[in-house]
């Protein structure tokens, strides 16, 4: 069973910065990548970014330069760091977890009950 346990969220102003954090536990998984996905209300869930655990990123276009996901790898855990937060950032951010479950050796995705992030307009 892998667990992945989002913090950091919060409502900050237009303009203003937060971090969130995601640390992932269990066993007989090896995690190939981490990320982060949103879903705002009435819409689907998209991409925010991922990061390989060789530190390779890959960013949603919206989010380039104001995003940065990093990763310590020997907690297994992921961050995002946000700035220049606008309204249109408000959303539920998911956490993900891909990676290979070591008893069947079977490609599995986990993912994180979700942290909010409200940006007034």
């Known amino acids: 069973q892998v667990q992945l346990v989002e913090s950091g969220g919060g409502l900050v102003q237009a303009g203003g910065s937060l971090r969130l954090s995601c640390a992932a536990s269990g066993m007989y998984f090896r995690i190939n990548s981490m990320g982060w996905y949103r879903q705002a209300p009435g819409k689907q869930r998209e991409l925010v970014a991922t990061i390989t655990s060789g530190g390779t990123t890959n960013y949603a276009d919206s989010m380039k330069g104001r995003f940065t996901i990093s990763r310590d790898n020997a907690r297994n855990t992921v961050y995002l760091q946000m700035n220049s937060l606008k309204p249109e950032d408000t959303a539920v951010y998911y956490c993900?977890?891909?990676?290979?479950?070591?008893?069947?050796?079977?490609?599995?995705?986990?993912w994180g009950r979700g942290t909010q992030v409200t940006v007034p307009s």
């Open positions: 993900n977890a891909h990676g290979v479950l070591s008893t069947t050796g079977s490609l599995r995705d986990y």
